[in-house]
């Protein structure tokens, strides 16, 4: 594809193209941002009718919690889960933590709590309270040719992510969850970097727990509440019942459900295969329009391993890596920044275009074209 009337033609027959539609006020920008790639949607109206039918004027024998139970039923479908295996409450931080928890108490006598270290600091910070509540050792999985050494008799539960947040890597959750199975171990995966943009589907896996953040691909925006699956097999143990959807007694605030379910509605129209690839043409035109700016000055491109497919993100490593943030967020596109010398899209195929894509690699080789040769970006000059 080489020109923008090409990209044009894909928006023109992109079968999600109405999901756009339902975008804010936010001419001129274009969210790539790997932690939350989700812009400002129109959602507003959904909190507003909640507040003035159920809150104002609320009918005789209403139900109080409309959107909650609307927005579980469709993040299940999402999900490949029953609308009784999902709570949605809390952020995915604490939710792990409980999910740790339960897993400790569903094997008794194994002390073992493996855990990703590509999860997010906090993550990091939970889990090792998780551990000193159950009385559990921690162990940080730097690398998943690592998992068979970490699998035996002490190990308790895994909780990995789907996606690797630097590569960009999809795991096999099935044939994973399986190994771990194998093992007698359980299986708890977090989907903040896949539901809502590659296909999801938690039965099928045989997954035991599942976390994840509703502010990314499933356009739930900043406060949006998180997720916290349990498998229905497990409800009946009474260890888990105060951890399990259909055992819990709170949930998040009510407006921020609201307006989740307004996009959670929108998603429930289409298949989460449909949403994978959408994602995967997105990533694709990256990719391809990149090729003319990978020479010696251009960003690495970190790749999956080999065999492994790539997810809804691209991470490039560029020595000026924040200096070529800072100039994108001037050109209107908005990526994120990791230390200390990486760049982060995301692409989320229910909210972007073909022309979004486009536009925002013709930014980036407008930003890296006006680098001057021997720039310090800590100093601003040359």
Known sequence: MSTRTAATALDE???????RNHRGPSPGVIHLDGNSTSPAIDTAIRPRRFIEHHWARPPRGHN???ELRGAVRDLAALLGASASELALTDSSSMNLFRALVAGAELRPGRSVLVVGRDCFP???????????FTGSELVLLDDLAELDEVLDERT????LAHVDDRSGAVRDAAGITAEIHRAGALALWDLS???GALHVDLGTWEADFAIGCGDKYLGGGAGAPAYHFVAERHHATERT???SPAGRRTSSPT????????????LGAVTSASLQNKTSSLVELFLTRLEPYRDGTAPEVLEPPKGAPRGAQVVLRHHHARYL???LFAHGVIVDFVEPDLLRFGFSPAWLSYVDVWEAVEALGTVLHELPAGFDPENGRS
């Open 193 to 195: 970097n896949s539901a």
């Open 64 to 66: 109080p919690f409309p």
């Open 156 to 159: 308790a539960v895994v909780a």
């Open 122 to 132: 906090i993550d990091r910070y939970l889990a090792r309270s998780a551990a000193d």
């Open 13 to 19: 027959v992109d079968p999600l193209a109405k999901l």
């Open 325 to 327: 943030v800072q100039g």
């Open 255 to 266: 407006l921020s459900v609201a307006g989740f379910r307004e996009s959670l509605s929108r």
């Open 241 to 243: 019942a105060g951890t």
